[in-house]
């Protein structure tokens, strides 16, 4: 079965800082992998979507790797703001069973 | 706008009353789902629509009803709730199947206390 660990659980950071959160995953034969962002009180909202047959997204300030032989994804937050605070969230998912997500990494950027 | 509206944020209730969490997307998605997330397990998938009267069932059905008599509509019914359905739920939607890597849109999640 399926299993998305995401460490830290929380991390916090000054602003400016480039930072990077970790995903990885037990089974590396995955069809694709989403980042999500979840501010509280509020849904999630997806960041990037990577495919198994990518290495890499990019929108913005985030970049998303995927290494599926590794089983990890990382995702890459350039000079990062006080309203990139926020839980960040990986999921992936293998053939037509449910997505599997990680419990999130908890971000404060601080002013 | 482009949404997935959940409806009611906020509901208590007692063990035993059948309630209805209402869920409509506006993007002419196929496919729907219902997470529950919980503190320590994360997100986990209750019911999933490929399509206008076809369901399935995700990681963690059991107590929950769901039915889609309609392409935007989604409700997830419980009908007799019991404590342990104390969660929060999203309501989730997409083009097609995610892993057809289709992105997901989530509603605001409704909060449920089952007293």
């Known amino acids: 079965k399926q299993e998305v660990t995401q460490i830290p659980a929380a991390l916090s950071v000054p602003e400016g800082e480039n930072l990077v959160l970790n995903c990885s995953f037990t089974?590396?034969?995955?069809?694709?992998l989403q980042w999500f962002r979840q501010d509280p009180g509020k849904g999630l909202t997806s960041l990037l979507l990577?495919?198994?047959?990518?290495r890499e997204q990019t929108s913005g300030r985030l970049n998303a790797s995927l290494d599926k032989s590794s089983g990890r994804s990382t995702l890459y937050i350039a000079a990062s703001q006080p309203g990139d605070s926020a839980t960040y969230l990986c999921?992936?998912?293998?053939?037509?069973?449910?997505?599997?997500f990680g419990k999130g990494t908890r971000l404060s950027v601080i002013a | 706008e482009a949404q997935v509206t959940q409806n009611p944020r906020y509901l208590i209730t007692v063990t035993g009353k059948k309630l209805t969490v209402t869920c409509s997307q506006n993007?002419?998605?196929?496919?729907m789902s219902w997470y529950r997330q919980d503190p320590g397990l994360g997100l986990r998938q209750i019911y999933y629509?490929?399509?206008?009267?076809?369901?399935d069932k995700g990681d963690v059905p059991e107590g929950y009803k769901v039915s889609r008599k309609e392409k935007r509509n989604f409700p997830l019914i419980l009908e007799s709730p019991s404590p342990n359905q104390t969660s929060l739920y999203f309501c989730?939607?997409?083009?097609?199947?995610?892993?057809?890597?289709?992105?997901?849109?989530f509603g605001s999640g409704t909060q449920l206390s089952v007293l």
């Open positions: 989730a939607s997409s083009f097609g199947p995610t892993f057809r890597a289709e992105k997901l849109f």
């Open positions: 089974d590396s034969a995955i069809y694709n």
């Open positions: 990577i495919q198994s047959s990518q």
């Open positions: 999921a992936c998912n293998k053939g037509n069973t449910p997505l599997v």
């Open positions: 993007m002419n998605h196929e496919y």
């Open positions: 629509s490929m399509n206008v009267e076809v369901t």
